[in-house]
């Protein structure tokens, strides 16, 4: 439920926002998903996550350098081939999501 309640009011861009600094979520989600057999949908939050692995790391660093950056920046430089905009599309792609129309 947290990843559409994110996805839906963010698209691909607040969700990656809201669960950057969560990175198991994208694990436990798509883990949830495949035990419900929404084999797809989990797929790509799996990639999601690992597009996002890199986020700690350039946050400790920027944070040891006294450094911010903004969302934008930061997406530049975790995702500079965009692949978050071909995730959504494949979302989007998906019936319903992925979900099952009953649950």
Same mark, same amino acid.
């Given at each position: 439920? =947290? $990843? /559409?309640?994110?996805?839906?009011n963010g698209g691909v861009s607040g969700w990656?926002?809201?669960? =950057?600094?969560?990175?198991?979520? $994208?694990?436990?989600?798509a883990a949830?998903? +495949? +035990? +419900?057999k929404l084999e797809g949908l989990a797929s790509i939050v799996? &990639?999601?996550g690992l597009l996002m692995a890199p986020i &700690?790391? /350039?946050? +400790? !660093?920027?944070?040891?350098?006294?450094q911010n950056i903004t969302w %934008?920046?930061?997406?530049?430089? /975790? !995702?500079? !081939?965009? %692949?978050?905009?071909?995730l959504e599309a494949r979302i989007n792609a998906l019936p319903d999501f992925g979900l099952p129309t009953r649950w």
């Open positions: 439920m =947290s $990843f /559409i309640l994110a996805f839906e990656l926002y809201n669960w =950057s600094n969560q990175l198991m979520k $994208f694990e436990e989600t949830a998903m +495949r +035990r +419900r799996e &990639e999601a &700690e790391a /350039i946050e +400790r !660093d920027l944070t040891a350098k006294g %934008k920046e930061m997406r530049r430089w /975790i !995702d500079p !081939d965009d %692949k978050a905009n071909t």
